[in-house]
């Protein structure tokens, strides 16, 4: 099929704007995005040190949930939503954990003007549920929307699988014959 006049300019002109949007240095939407993105790399991190110590005061004061938050826990299970998250809920998940040192490590973020996603590797030491402490890497996902201009954590979705499983042991645990 021949290429139309109106196909060649329409690609020279969009070569042009790709051109100079790019001599031109980044745009105020791009600077923006990258001030909410380290934000939020930065509050992510506070927030879950905090957190790791048990302390929800300081968790509480860094991140806030969309009234629709989900969160698919790294034990498995039924998502959980902000609705569940109670006073008495909250209280009970900080006395989870105790004496907890975290760290995490950026694999990708990707912003745009209303939304932020982090993909991580959080690694953290930590007693839960009354265990030991004990090294507990996870791969994150943690999503932010920014609602009446402020940012709010809409999803996070955490697994211990960073060292990585068989393709049996993973069947099994699709299957459920591992708990």
Request: glycine share 8%; proline share 4%; net charge negative.
């Amino acid at each position: 099929m021949p290429t139309s006049r109106r196909e060649v300019l329409w690609a020279i002109g969009a070569g042009a704007a790709s051109t100079l949007a790019a001599a031109c240095g980044p745009t105020r939407a791009a600077a923006e995005a990258d001030t909410a993105v380290a934000d939020l790399v930065q509050r992510s991190a506070l927030s879950n040190a905090a957190l790791m110590r048990g302390d929800l005061r300081a968790y509480r004061s860094l991140i806030s949930y969309t009234d629709d938050f989900t969160l698919m826990s790294p034990f498995g299970g039924t998502p959980s939503r902000g609705v569940d998250y109670t006073p008495e809920r909250m209280e009970a998940m900080a006395r989870f954990f105790r004496n907890g040192v975290f760290e995490q490590e950026i694999i990708e973020t990707y912003a745009s003007r209303d939304l932020v996603v982090l993909a991580l590797i959080e690694m953290q030491n930590v007693e839960v549920g009354g265990l030991p402490a004990q090294d507990w890497p996870l791969r994150v996902t943690l999503v932010y929307c920014r609602v009446d201009g402020a940012w709010r954590l809409a999803h996070r979705h955490a697994d211990p699988l960073v060292a990585g499983v068989s393709l049996a042991t993973a069947a099994a645990l699709a299957r459920g014959d591992i708990r």
